[in-house]
């Protein structure tokens, strides 16, 4: 969502919702209860009740998988394909309620791993053409960041006509901005070994007032899959606040392409407001928007969302995350230094963060396996530092961790906030955030990760220094600087 923009300079305030709940997600669970896996890859399922007093147990897992009680999680590997059901067991002041569990293994998951790329609104906004885009698809190949693995180019709002074709209501593009049409360009993507994405929304309208795709999604998705799209970002303005017919809108759209045949990515932009991690997976989607837009600043004014509105937006919902359902913290604004559109609003302060910012942004996108999407100016030069931060192999390899999993938010103490993340080889990454003006020394306990076995020793290895630090036992203690994230691998 583009609460405000320059191209129309319209406010759109009045389309924010209010949070609703639906009385049908009604559970005695806080995690997630459709679960993906890739067969033979290592699967973990974290099992969290309502009630902080309810007791927890599983049953009828299929073969290969285990239940922890000690950490209520679910682990193992399913090495056949298929769907497969267990159930969770939550007996809260001697009632017990049975909830459904819902795996599907599979080797063709939509989104086995969080997708990586460049979206276009946060620099471009209406100005986006068939040359911006021929132009960012040559950069993302020349600058190193395809073999990084960014590979979607996604265009977002005003690519649009001023209407659909009166006889056959297909989506029309704008002939000026894209004069060889969409297909032409969506082959040029293509022809670089990228994969090409288009926005709509699930409203009347977009955001910025263009045709919505809402009654038109079968003729929609046809369309968008004749022209060789890979990713729909499908957005929620000019459209009912309720959760039923959020649901029902992004499943009517998720429907339509599945019947396309053609595998288009559907990523849900309905920016947390309605709760997309409890229910998001039922309606096709595999990623969903938890805050409202990202901007390009470590705090926003009331109404943005800077660093630390995203850090207070995604700290608590790593439950709901995992293969093929993975949360969205928005775009990440490293090298954008304040010279953008939409992302320079509702900014405290400049706009711009410095490199430290920078680099704790990418460190908390990275531990919570959300989608890694750029969204600097690749018309211009990409300074090294800026290519070194985008392009870390060690933190893209936690975001691509084939486990999926959300970093667990350890706790807060003195403005020191801890993430810890389970990875597939068994390794543990932890995260040390730094809120303060000021340096601060930290100290981590062992005792205090789950994820972690107190008594046993662990190898320690920088992954923004790129540097190993020998074994630990118990506890390390680190100095981390003002907006720092300091990321270690720990391996036994």
């Known amino acids: 969502m583009k609460k405000v ?31 993906f896996s890739q067969p033979g890859v290592r699967f973990m399922h974290k099992i969290r009740a309502v009630s902080p007093d309810a007791v927890v147990s599983v049953e009828g897992l299929p073969k290969g998988l285990k239940w922890n009680g000690k950490r209520q999680l679910v682990v193992g590997r399913v090495k ?11 007996t809260t002041d001697g009632k017990t309620v049975k909830e459904p569990v819902v795996l599907t293994v599979s080797s063709s998951l939509q989104q086995p791993l969080p997708f990586m790329g460049w979206l276009s609104w946060n620099v471009v906004e209406g100005d986006i053409s068939e040359d911006v885009v021929k132009a960012v698809a040559d950069a993302m190949v020349s600058s190193g960041l395809a073999d990084a693995g960014y590979k979607y180019l996604c265009i977002d709002d005003l690519w649009h006509a001023a209407s659909r074709d009166s006889i056959t209501q297909k989506p029309r593009y704008d002939a000026a901005k894209f004069p060889n049409g969409m297909k032409a360009t969506s082959d040029y993507v293509h022809s670089k070994g990228l994969k090409f994405g288009i926005y709509s929304d699930a409203g009347t309208k977009t955001c910025a007032g263009c045709f919505g795709s809402f009654g038109y999604e079968d003729i929609d998705a046809r369309q968008y899959a004749e022209w060789g799209v890979d990713l729909l970002k499908y957005d929620y303005c000019f459209a009912p606040e309720d959760v ?27 920016w947390g407001a309605r709760e997309p991690w409890k229910w998001g997976a039922e309606t096709g989607a595999s990623c969903w928007r938890c805050t409202y837009d990202t901007r390009d600043g470590w705090n926003g004014k009331p109404g943005g969302i800077g660093i ?24 990440l604004c ?19 963060m410095t490199q430290t910012e920078y680099r704790t942004q990418f460190s908390l996108w990275c531990m919570w396996s959300s989608p890694l999407s750029l969204s600097f100016d690749l018309r211009k030069p990409i300074s090294a530092d800026d290519l ?38 068994g390794d543990v990454a932890l995260a040390i955030l730094n809120l303060n003006a000021s340096t601060r020394s930290a100290t981590v306990r062992f005792a205090d990760i789950p994820a972690l076995d107190a008594g046993k020793s662990y190898k320690m290895r920088d992954l923004w220094a790129g ?16 907006h720092e994230t300091k990321v270690y691998r720990l391996s036994k």
Not at 80 to 90: M, Q, S, T
Not at 340 to 352: C, F, I, Q, R, Y
Not at 391 to 418: K, W
Request: include cysteine; aromatic fraction near 10%.
């Open 467 to 482: 540097k190993n630090h020998g074994k630990y036992k118990h506890s390390f203690t680190t100095d981390v600087a003002s």
């Open 80 to 90: 056949k394909e298929g769907e497969y059901r267990y159930f969770i067991n939550v």
């Open 388 to 425: 070194a931060i985008m392009t870390n192999r060690e933190l893209i390899a936690l975001d691509q961790d084939p486990m999926g999993q959300q970093a667990e938010f350890i706790g807060e103490r003195d403005g020191i906030q801890v993430y810890a993340k389970d990875l597939e080889n």
């Open 5 to 35: 923009f320059s191209f129309l300079a319209v406010c759109i305030w009045a389309l924010v919702p209010v949070v609703s709940h639906a009385q049908e997600n009604s559970t005695e669970l806080a995690c997630a209860t459709t679960v």
């Open 244 to 270: 039923e017919t959020c649901r029902a809108r992004y499943k009517a759209m998720g429907d339509a392409l599945k019947k396309t045949g053609r595998d288009i990515l559907f990523y849900m932009c309905e």
């Open 308 to 331: 630390l509105q995203s850090i207070e937006g995604m700290k608590d919902i790593w439950a709901y995350s995992g293969v093929n359902r993975f949360n969205d913290a928005d775009m």
């Open 334 to 352: 490293i090298g954008i230094h304040g010279q953008g559109k939409s992302s320079n609003a509702l900014v405290e302060g400049t706009p711009g």
